[in-house]
C-alpha cells in the first residue's frame, strides 16, 4: 500500500513538474485575448449606444423647452440676441447657439434664465467646434426669423412661417446608416431636401419646427 502511494505521489510531482508547453502557453493567451476583446467591444457599444440614447432624450427635453418657451413669450430668441456666438466667425454667426461654444453666455441661456430649464443639457462628447465654427461633437440651435413667403437660398424653399428653429446632434456613435429627423410642417421638409450643408451634411439627428 505504501510503494502505491508512493507511486501516486511521484507521479502527480512529475506531471506539476512538467506544467504547460510553449504552445499550450499562446493558444491559452490567445483564446484569452480574443475573450477580451469580445468583452471590450460589447462595453464599449452597449456606453455608445447609452450616449445616443442620451443625446436623443436631451434634443427632446431641448425640444419641450424652445416650445415652451414660445408659448409664454410669443416667439423664439435668436443666439446674437442673447449673447451668443459661433467660435469663429462666418458660418451664419449669431444664428447659431453651440453647445461647444464656451464663450459668453452658456448655451440656450434664454431657457436657463427663463427658469424653464436649470441648465441646458450638452453632449456626452461636447469636443470642440471645428474650422469656422463648423459641429464638432455637440448640440446646435439654429433660430431664423423671415417674412412669410420668404424665399430660401435663391428660391428653393418658400418660407410659409415667418419663424424656424432646429436643434440637432452633430454625431450619433450606434447607427450613422442615415440622420434620424423630425420635420414638422413644409418649411422644415423643404429646407431638409434643398439646403443640405445646412442639414443633412452636419448632423445625425435633428428636429426642426415652427
Not at 418649411?187 to 451634411?201: E, G, R, V, Y
Request: positive net charge; charged residues 15%; contains cysteine.
Amino acid at each position: 500500500m505504501l510503494l502505491v502511494t508512493q507511486h501516486i505521489v511521484n507521479k502527480l510531482y512529475k506531471f506539476k513538474q512538467k506544467g504547460f508547453t510553449l504552445t499550450e502557453l499562446l493558444v491559452t493567451i490567445s483564446i484569452i485575448g480574443l475573450l477580451a476583446s469580445i468583452l471590450l467591444t460589447s462595453v464599449y457599444r452597449a456606453r455608445a449606444k447609452a450616449r445616443d440614447t442620451k443625446r436623443v432624450a436631451d434634443l427632446k427635453q431641448i425640444q419641450k423647452g424652445l416650445e415652451l418657451y414660445k408659448q409664454l413669450n410669443g416667439t423664439l430668441p435668436s443666439p446674437a440676441s442673447y449673447g451668443r456666438s459661433n467660435v469663429s466667425p462666418g458660418w451664419w454667426d449669431g444664428w447659431w447657439d453651440l453647445s461647444t461654444n464656451t464663450s459668453g453666455n452658456g448655451f440656450l441661456n434664454f431657457l436657463v434664465t427663463s427658469g424653464i430649464m436649470s441648465k441646458a443639457p450638452t453632449d456626452p462628447s461636447n469636443s470642440p467646434a471645428g474650422y469656422n465654427g463648423q459641429p464638432g461633437n455637440g448640440y446646435q440651435y439654429f433660430y431664423f426669423v423671415a417674412p412669410k413667403n420668404y424665399l430660401y437660398q435663391g428660391g428653393s424653399c418658400v418660407a410659409s412661417s415667418s419663424d424656424v428653429y432646429l436643434i440637432g446632434a452633430t454625431k450619433l456613435e450606434s447607427d450613422n446608416s442615415r440622420p434620424p429627423r423630425e420635420l414638422k410642417g413644409s418649411d422644415c421638409s423643404c429646407l431638409w431636401q434643398n439646403l443640405p450643408n445646412m442639414f443633412q451634411n452636419n448632423y445625425d439627428y435633428i428636429i426642426c419646427g415652427y
